[in-house]
C-alpha cells in the first residue's frame, strides 16, 4: 500500500508524462496485485519483480529497527534495468511526490554514477565519526538517479553485495555502503528533490516543508500510513489511490495508541480519543497475557 500511494502521487502531479514503473517485491498478495493493475494506463506501465533466496542479506547490519533486507534491492537495480534504459530514477516507498519530477530526470548524469541528494548536517556529523570519507558529500539514499551504464562498467552490484555481507555493522545498511563505494561518482543535486521530514504524531511538520518541495520523504520509524499519525498530506494521495477503500494499518507500537489518543483528547476528538485509549488498554491487555503465558509456560 505505501508503494501504491508514492507511484499514485507521482501520477496525480507529472500527468503529461509516460511512465515504467519497476516494482521490486519479496511477497505480493493478489488483492495488491489487482490494487497496481488498477494503475495501468496507456501512460502508465508496471513490471512486477520477485525477489528469491538468492537475494540474502546480513541481518545484523539491518540494526535501524525499520528497515529490511528489501531495503538493500537497490544494489541490484542497475544490472536488471541496463538492457531497457541508460538511467533510471530509484525512489524509497516511504515517499510522497508533490510536484513534477521531470527536473530530476532530466538532469545531464552522463559523467557520474548517480546523481544524489546530500543528507543534512546531524547525519554528516554523526558520519564523520564512523567513516573515513567526505562526510560533507554524504547522501540520502531514498532517492537515486543511476547511470546504469557507469555502474555497470565499475561492477557495483558485486561491490556492494560483498560489502553489505561482509560481516560488518553498517549503521545505515545499504545507505552507508553506497556512500563508501560511490565516493567521488556522484552529483549532488538540490535538497528539494529529497526532503527529509520527522513526523510526530500531529504532523504540524508538513506545513513547515518548503513550497518547492518535489519529493517529500518521511524518514525514521514513524510512517504516515498509520492511523496514529494525522497527515494530511498522505491521507490526500491514499484517497487518490486504489487503495482508498482499505483500512490503513493501525499502529506499529501500542505506545503509538495511547499518543494519539491523547492527541485527539486535545483536538476535542473525543470519540476518537476513546476509541484510540480502549485500543490502547486492550493490546496492552493481550500482551500481558501472552507475557504471562511465556512465563508459565517456561516454568
Not at 500531529?202 to 499519525?229: D, M, N, R
Amino acid at each position: 500500500m505505501p508503494a501504491g500511494v508514492t507511484i499514485s502521487s507521482i501520477i496525480y502531479n507529472n500527468p503529461d508524462l509516460f511512465f515504467c514503473f519497476h516494482l521490486f517485491v519479496d511477497n505480493l498478495s493478489d488483492r495488491n496485485l489487482q490494487k497496481f493493475k488498477m494503475l495501468v494506463s496507456e501512460c502508465v506501465l508496471f513490471k512486477i519483480y520477485h525477489l528469491n533466496d538468492k537475494f540474502t542479506i546480513n541481518p545484523d547490519t539491518l540494526v535501524l529497527g525499520y528497515l529490511s533486507a528489501i531495503s538493500c534491492v537497490r544494489f541490484i537495480l542497475p544490472d536488471i534495468l541496463y538492457p531497457e534504459t541508460d538511467k533510471f530514477l530509484y525512489i524509497d516507498s516511504d515517499i510522497l511526490c508533490l510536484k513534477s519530477i521531470s527536473p530530476l530526470y532530466n538532469v545531464d548524469i552522463t559523467n557520474y554514477v548517480a546523481g544524489v541528494i546530500p543528507d543534512d548536517d546531524v547525519m554528516k556529523n554523526h558520519i564523520k565519526k564512523i567513516y573515513k570519507i567526505n562526510s560533507d558529500n554524504y547522501f540520502n539514499s531514498g532517492v537515486l538517479l543511476i547511470n546504469t551504464k557507469k555502474w555497470i562498467d565499475s561492477n557495483l552490484t558485486i561491490q556492494c553485495m560483498a560489502r553489505i555481507n561482509d560481516g560488518r555493522i553498517y549503521e545505515f545498511a545499504d545507505q552507508d555502503v553506497l556512500n563508501i563505494l560511490l565516493e567521488n561518482t556522484t552529483c549532488l543535486l538540490p535538497v528539494k528533490f529529497n526532503t527529509k521530514i520527522h513526523i510526530t504524531t500531529s504532523c504540524k511538520e508538513e506545513k513547515e516543508i518548503a513550497p518547492y518541495t518535489v519529493l517529500l520523504h518521511y524518514v525514521t520509524g514513524y510512517k504516515p500510513w498509520y492511523q496514529t499519525f494525522n497527515s494530511q498530506l498522505f491521507q490526500k494521495y491514499f484517497l487518490l489511490s486504489p487503495w482508498h477503500d482499505e483500512k490503513r494499518p493501525l499502529a506499529l507500537k501500542r505506545s503509538w495508541l495511547r499518543r494519539y489518543a491523547m492527541y485527539c483528547m486535545k483536538e476535542k476528538k473525543y470519540i476518537l480519543s476513546m476509541k484510540f485509549y480502549y485500543l490502547y488498554l486492550f493490546k496492552k491487555l493481550l500482551d500481558c497475557k501472552y507475557y504471562l503465558f511465556k512465563i508459565f509456560n517456561f516454568r
